[in-house]
């Protein structure tokens, strides 16, 4: 199985500053057939499901703000927050897909300070 | 809109099964394949297994194998999660999420709202 991990657990960060999560693969999830990552980006607000903000570690999904940014390739992946705002404290989990079991990493907790 | 709408909480004894549904509306049924993942209090989330929507065809996680059942009903554009010999560790928040593309390997791009699954004597 691919074992995800992030970093940070948690973090704090000031309306308008800059938010950045690391994500790490076990193994590549990088496809050489086709070019892509498959590693997806999730968004999960308190008692609500995951919400998919970005795939092949950097393609945006429809209606997600243009601050919400991925990038990184086969091992190692980082999702980036521009400006944070207000609605935006969550907890964000990265996801391979490249292979089953499809697994999430351990999830960061994002705040404002 | 697409939406994906699960049954109701449940409670059940050691060693019992349970069944959820997850309704889909929207899009074609027929043409995405459902996961369903599951989060345990405080832990990550966790992918159960899948079924393509169009033939029945599903695969599961080794984790499961052996007590989970992922079915669907074309008909009323419903798929079942299953799962028996329930235990306290499967005490955990159960969702449906759709395949987003195509493409064999792909996102969850839309869930249910999720099914609380509590296991206790």
């Known amino acids: 199985d691919i074992v995800m991990t992030q970093s940070p657990d948690s973090l704090t960060v000031s309306l308008g500053e800059r938010a950045t999560i690391n994500c790490k693969s076990s193994q590549s999830v990088f496809y050489n057939s086709n070019q892509k990552n498959y590693l997806g980006w999730y968004q999960q607000k308190p008692g609500q499901p995951p919400k998919l903000l970005i795939y092949?570690?950097?393609n945006r999904q429809s209606g997600v703000p243009d601050r919400f940014s991925g990038s990184g390739s086969g091992t190692d992946f980082t999702l980036t927050i521009s400006s944070l705002q207000a609605e935006d404290v969550a907890v964000y989990y990265c996801q391979q897909y490249h292979s089953t079991p499809f697994t999430f990493g351990p999830g960061t907790k994002l705040e404002i300070k | 809109q697409v939406q994906l709408v699960q049954s109701g909480t449940e409670v059940k004894k050691p060693g019992a099964s349970v069944k959820v549904s997850c309704k889909a509306s929207?899009?074609?049924?027929?043409?995405?394949?459902m996961h369903w993942v599951r989060q345990a209090p405080g832990q990550r989330l966790e992918w159960m297994g899948w079924i393509n929507a169009a033939n029945g065809y599903t695969k599961y996680s080794q984790t499961f194998q052996g007590r989970l059942t992922i079915t669907r009903d074309t008909s009323a554009n419903t798929v079942f999660m299953e799962l028996s010999s329930l235990g306290s560790e499967d005490t955990a928040v159960y969702y449906c999420?759709?395949?987003?593309?195509?493409?064999?390997?792909?996102?969850?791009?839309?869930w249910g709202q999720g099914t609380q699954v509590t296991v206790s004597s």
């Open positions: 999420a759709r395949k987003a593309f195509s493409e064999w390997l792909s996102p969850f791009d839309y």
């Open positions: 092949w570690a950097s």
């Open positions: 929207g899009y074609t049924f027929t043409n995405y394949a």
